[in-house]
């Protein structure tokens, strides 16, 4: 059986997303490769990896697609502080879901980060 190893993303700033990854997620670099001739690295948090590339069209944005990747969710305990920390670093945050009919407890957020990527957070999900 196969484990989930790690989502490549294509940045515009691979240091900006590193500090963005590391600060409100937890993230930490653990591998660089091809240091200082067209770099990329690894950043991990527990089982999970994110793999920051440099974008070949630092004009392009990323964003939800009709097919392939359409957002990365993130499990937070409670809404409101990541929120904040989100919304004090100039992230536009979109309102809150109450997902409350379909799994008792459950609220998501969604927003972008600076290259364009949807992101959400998820309070109270459980699995069946």
Known sequence: MAATQHLAINCRDIGASEAFFSKHFGFGRVRTFNPGDNEFIMLRNGS???ELFSA???SARGGEQA???GH???EVDKLEPA???LEAD???VEPIIDCNDIIPGMRVVFFNDADGN???LME???DE
């Open 83 to 85: 929120i904040a920390a």
């Open 124 to 126: 109270g999900y459980c």
């Open 67 to 69: 097919v392939g990747f």
């Open 72 to 74: 990365l969710a993130f």
């Open 90 to 92: 100039g992230i536009e």
């Open 48 to 50: 999970m990896c994110l």
């Open 118 to 120: 949807r992101l959400e």
């Open 56 to 58: 070949s069209d630092s």
